[in-house]
């Protein structure tokens, strides 16, 4: 049964934008926090951002991005349509890998990711 898909993957140049998106069902992304990860060929499994549950406060959710992709990209997330996105900004060569949307089972971004979609490929050409 398939719960978590990305979508928004693909070709784009150097110094270019791509928006991730990732459909989730309703069970695994209410209450739950998501995140996006990604892996380069032969290198491991690398966690990029976070973002935690938020029930509407005023403050928004709670949102961590990793160093390599600071400033650059964006996580978000819509709970009304149960997606998360990923907005790729100024994108480099090494951001060349396949991306993973996962979700856990608590309302924050740290912690173990329990749920995992297929992934989608985004290829950075020079």
């Known amino acids: 049964q398939v719960q978590l898909v990305e979508s928004g993957g693909g070709l784009v140049q150097a110094g270019g934008s791509l928006r991730l998106s990732c459909q989730a069902s309703?069970?695994?992304?209410?209450?739950?926090?998501m995140g996006w990860f990604r892996q380069a060929p032969g290198k491991e499994r690398e966690f990029i951002a976070g973002?935690?549950?938020?029930?509407?406060?005023?403050?928004?959710?709670?949102?961590y991005v990793s160093d390599s992709v600071k400033g650059r990209f964006t996580i978000s997330r819509d709970n009304a349509k149960s997606a998360v996105y990923l907005q790729k900004n100024s994108q480099k060569r090494e951001d060349t890998a396949v991306y993973l949307c996962?979700?856990?089972?608590?309302?924050?971004?740290?912690?173990?990711?329990?749920?995992w979609g297929q992934g989608t490929k985004v290829t950075v050409t020079s």
């Open positions: 996962a979700a856990r089972g608590g309302s924050k971004w740290r912690g173990l990711y329990s749920y």
């Open positions: 973002i935690s549950w938020n029930d509407g406060s005023t403050y928004g959710a709670d949102t």
């Open positions: 309703k069970r695994i992304a209410s209450g739950n926090a």
